[in-house]
Structures are given as structure tokens and as C-alpha cells.
């Protein structure tokens, strides 16, 4: 999933990418980082944006650009969308209090904790958010699947 939302787009051209600020950010887990080289239509960035994210990995920030979530289900993929959407707010809010150093980071320790307590418990991620979203949608118009 793909997004180009003001504040991840804001967090993306950071020089300090994302921070570990918030329970939302440590959700996350590790997060890869790709060098904008234009529109990805060409073989070799497309090459390039598989060897940046890793083989572990689910969340890449395109610098400059925005943010890349992959998963093993649309609704994972969505739910960490939605973690990485809140977490860039509250980067962009948190740094206009006085910026970097104006923001306590959650310690390593506690991140790993974090992120192996939320991806322990639940072995299909976002199903159940995904399928509540889906059924607000179709509440409201059953169009989009047409």
C-alpha cells in the first residue's frame, strides 16, 4: 500500500526519518528507507525498491515521497498504513513544539518490546479492522465494488 499523506510525505523528507516517538511508531517494527530517483517507472528503481526494504521488513518511507506498507493480507498492509499515518502526525506535531531536540525517544529496549508484544498475539493482522472498515463502507454506498 501506497499513500502520499502531507505529513508522511512531511516525516519523509526528514532528515531524521521516523522517530520512535509514540506506541504507534514502536508498532512499526524496523522501518527501511529508499532514496527518491523519480517516478518508479523504470526496471532498476523498481529492482532497487525490493533490495531497500529487505526481506523482513513491512514499512519502507520513500524519501522525499511518502510511505510503503507490505503485508501477507490487505488489511495488514492497511493497519500498518493507519500506524504509520498516526505515527508521522505525531512526528510532525511533536516537532513543532521545537523540533528534535525538543522530543524524548522511546528507548531500543522498549521498541523491540513493543513491536514483538502488538505482532505476537494476533496472527492475522488488521483482519478484523480491515473487515469493520469494509462494512462502514458498504453502511454508506456498495458502489466501489462495481
Do not use: W
Not at 518511507?61 to 503485508?71: D, P, V
Amino acid at each position: 500500500m501506497h499513500i502520499h499523506h502531507p505529513p508522511t510525505m512531511a516525516v519523509s523528507a526528514m532528515k531524521c526519518g521516523l522517530l520512535p516517538l509514540t506506541q504507534d511508531s514502536c508498532i512499526l517494527g524496523k522501518i527501511s528507507y529508499h532514496n527518491y530517483e523519480g517516478i518508479a517507472i523504470d526496471k532498476k528503481e523498481i529492482e532497487s525498491l525490493g533490495r531497500d526494504c529487505g526481506e523482513t521488513n513491512r514499512v519502507m518511507m520513500l524519501k522525499n515521497h511518502g510511505a510503503l506498507t507490505l503485508g501477507r493480507s490487505v488489511g495488514e498492509m492497511f493497519l500498518l498504513m493507519y500506524y504509520v499515518v498516526k505515527s508521522c502526525e505525531s512526528q510532525v506535531q511533536a516537532f513543532s513544539a521545537g523540533g528534535i531536540d525538543a522530543v524524548h525517544q522511546i528507548p531500543q529496549a522498549t521498541r523491540e518490546l513493543v513491536h514483538k508484544q502488538a505482532t505476537s498475539f494476533n496472527a492475522e493482522v488488521g483482519k478484523t479492522e480491515f473487515e469493520y472498515l469494509r462494512r462502514q463502507l458498504n453502511n454508506v454506498s456498495t458502489e466501489y465494488m462495481n
